[in-house]
Every structure is written in structure tokens, then in C-alpha cells.
């Protein structure tokens, strides 16, 4: 979906790339949590989250473009 968006300059193409492997972790924390590497996940937590909330930001501002 993020490589989507990004493809359709709905977000930017950086964070559509972000965005998608954040989700590939999440499919491994939910599939395979045995293999996490929880320094890896300390990472996303310290340093990652604020993607997610550009993510929002980014999805807001297309939809007041649109006028939805």
C-alpha cells in the first residue's frame, strides 16, 4: 500500500519506502516474532515513529487538496 501511495504522489516516495519495510517488520513480528531482533525493534521505537506520524500528516494535507 505505502509503495502505492508513493508511486501516485500521494506521500513521498522516501516515506512510502520507510513506511513498507516498517510493515515487512511488522509481518515478521507477527509471523516469525522468535527471529525479532530486539535491539532492532528499540530502534524503530526510539527513532522510527515519527514516519508514522509524517505518514498522517501527509495523508491529511492530500485529503483537504481533494477536498474529502
Known amino acids: 500500500m505505502f509503495i502505492t501511495l508513493g508511486?501516485?504522489?500521494?506521500?513521498?516516495?522516501?516515506?512510502a519506502e520507510k513506511?513498507?519495510?516498517m510493515a515487512?517488520?511488522?509481518n515478521l513480528?507477527?509471523?516469525r516474532?522468535?527471529?525479532a531482533d530486539m535491539r532492532y525493534i528499540m530502534n524503530i521505537v526510539e527513532d522510527s515513529l515519527g514516519d508514522v506520524e509524517e505518514f498522517m500528516v501527509r495523508i491529511?494535507?492530500?485529503m483537504e487538496?481533494?477536498?474529502?
Open 7 to 15: 508511486k501516485h504522489e500521494v506521500i513521498p516516495k522516501e516515506l
Open 19 to 21: 513506511l513498507a519495510k
Open 24 to 26: 515487512r517488520f511488522r
Open 29 to 31: 513480528l507477527i509471523h
Open 33 to 35: 516474532y522468535w527471529e
Open 60 to 62: 491529511e494535507e492530500y
Open 65 to 68: 487538496r481533494r477536498g474529502v
